[in-house]
């Protein structure tokens, strides 16, 4: 969802993918390197800021973007972690120019796809978390994944520029583990097999299948094998509809 918010705010002439930490937030005290990190770094998880911090954790200190930020840097754009924090310091960039981040989605995003004022966890400052904590219906997901599936268009709407969309599993970051955690893009996973996906903890999917174009929403409560939940619902998908067969929408 960050990735989202972030395509639409550089349509919108926001930010950019370029755009420095200290550019967004000035009063902020940085480690070494780090007024060289940027926002592309922050969805890729490639800050190079070791600080691994997930959204169910508590946060104990007085501003958690500080937290993550006055820490050095280990070549930005070159080393991935996966964290939190690092979607959430994307958010707090880009609330720093609109304000509330789900609320300027509303109108955006939210309202078109008929996702009435979500949830989504906050801070102790009040700042959505951004990559995790966000609570949606299967069905609401659902339209997340049409929007993926059909580059950014929502029945007459272009919601997110298309270019954008391709850009978010266009290229990859290596992640450094076995499969299904190998390639990271802008928010996304690479996998099962030739598809894309959001992925969410405890079996919260939504798998995008280019080749077929289809996507398969999963919500779900496995804490062991979920990442299995993901590799049978493209096994069924592929099972279903054969590449070569006429394609409809799925």
């Known amino acids: 969802m960050c990735a989202l918010a972030v395509g639409i705010a550089i349509i919108e002439g926001i930010l950019s993918l370029d755009t420095r930490v200290p550019e967004m937030l000035p009063r902020l005290d940085l480690g070494t390197g780090v007024e060289a990190v940027t926002v592309r770094h922050l969805l890729t998880m490639s800050s190079g800021i070791d600080f691994a911090w997930f959204g169910d954790e508590p946060v104990p200190w007085p501003d958690l973007a500080q937290e993550m930020l006055r820490r050095p840097t280990r070549l930005a754009g070159r080393t ?28 955006r995003l939210f309202d078109p796809l008929g996702i009435d004022r979500p949830q989504w966890h906050r801070c102790p400052l009040g700042w959505i978390v951004g990559g995790s904590g966000l609570k949606l219906r299967t069905e609401e997901l659902a339209r997340i994944g049409q929007v993926l599936r059909d580059r950014g268009r929502w029945a007459s709407q272009q919601l997110v520029d298309a270019a954008w969309i391709d850009h978010m599993h266009g290229s990859w970051v290596t992640a450094g583990g076995g499969p299904p955690f190998e390639r990271y893009g802008l928010g996304v996973w690479e996998g099962p097999g030739e598809s894309w996906r959001l992925d969410g903890r405890y079996g919260q999917y939504v798998i995008i299948d280019d080749t077929r174009n289809a996507t398969v929403t999963i919500t779900a409560h496995e804490e062991v094998r979920d990442h299995r939940l993901a590799e049978l619902a493209v096994a069924a998908l592929a099972a279903a509809r054969p590449l070569g067969s006429p394609s409809t929408r799925t």
Do not use: H, N
């Not at 924090?85 to 609330?95: E, H, I, Q």
């Open 80 to 107: 991935f972690q996966y964290s939190d924090a690092s979607t959430y310091v994307a958010m707090r960039m880009l609330g720093a120019a609109v304000g509330d981040v789900q609320e300027w989605l509303r109108p």
